[in-house]
Each structure stands twice: as C-alpha cells, then as structure tokens.
C-alpha cells in the first residue's frame, strides 16, 4: 500500500481520482484541497510517497508545492490539462513524470507504478509539446554558484548521501540504504542544500556536478 496525495483544483476530480486509487490499487488516498491549506509547507506535510499534482493550480503553486516536495524526497507526478502552464518549469525543478489529465485510468496506473519504480515517465503526447517549449525557453539559472574561493565542505556522510540524491532516490529509499533513520536523511539533505546554497534537490545536484563533488564512475 502507498500513500498517494491527490492535489487538483478540481474537487470532483480530485475526489473520483482518490477514490479509484483506493478501491483499485489499495492505496491510501488523499484528497487534498489547496484552498483549505494555510501554507504549501502544509500541503506536503505528509510523508506521501507520490504526490498527484495539478499543473495547472492558481498562482504558481504547483512549482511551489515541487520545490516543497523536493525537500522532503516525495516523488511527483504531474496532472497535465489541455490548456497548461509552466510544464518545462515544472520538470526543471525535478519531477519524476507526468501524464495528460485526458488520458485513461489505466494510462495513468503505468505512469504511477513507473514513478514509483523509481523511473521517470511521459506520455508520448506530452514529450513533442515538451520538446517545443525547451526549444524556446532560454537557461536562466534561478541560482547562483558559489564563489570560487569559497570550499564546499560536505561530511562524508553528506557525500554519500548527495550521491544518492544524484541517482534521484527518495528519502526512504536512501534511508535504507544507509541504514538511517528518515529523520537523520532530512537532516543531511537540509545541510546539503544550505551549504550548496541552493533551493531543491535539482539544483544541488547541478551544483555539485558544476563543483566535482560526485564520485562517477
């Protein structure tokens, strides 16, 4: 069983999608109404394991919620409408797929189970839109490097546990494989991102690719 967090404008929506994802999948569904949240912070505040996300909720508040997200290591899957906004800003701060609201159930049941799986997913009518908007989107760093005489020095603890952020697991999964608890990782991705001087996990891993602070092999 896994906790999907269901966050769409659309309250009927939102509501019939929770309910097939309980009484299909047997998962724990929540239906989540933005407008009932005091802050983005506590839109995500439950450890869910994939969030459902309208692209498409008022006031930029669905790369809001991804950044959020990002902190706390849960996977997104974006709710993409027809008529969309911010999809390439969307995928830039690190979602892991998204799929077109019109498509069918069990079009979005692979996309959930290919998220999960730890693997990224697209629905091929999204990439070519994809492909068009990158194509037209100039690369403007939303971040800035550290200054060049100044030493980022990770823990090696902290190394490790960037190298895992790098092969975009979550949280629970690098706690398991550290063998630590999910607090302690939370902990470690928050120094990371102070001392990177960055935002999100997207954004650390550039940085630090930037930076030589991954051991590639």
Known sequence: MKRIL??????LFRDCLSNH??????DEAISLDHAQANSVEDMVADDADLILLDLNLPDNLAIKVVRAAAFRGAKIL???PTDHQSLVECIAEGVHG????????DGLNLAIESVLLGETFCCPKLAKTMFSELSKVRKVSAWQMPDSGTTCRLTSRESQV???IAERQCNKEIAKALSLSLFTIKNHVHNILKKLKVENRVEA???AQQENLLNRR
């Open 78 to 80: 974006l709710l993409v």
């Open 205 to 207: 891993v550039d940085v």
């Open 6 to 11: 269901v966050l769409h404008r659309n309250g």
């Open 162 to 164: 960037l190298e895992l």
């Open 98 to 105: 998204c799929v077109l609201e019109q498509s069918t159930l």
């Open 21 to 26: 994802l309980r009484s299909v999948r047997n």
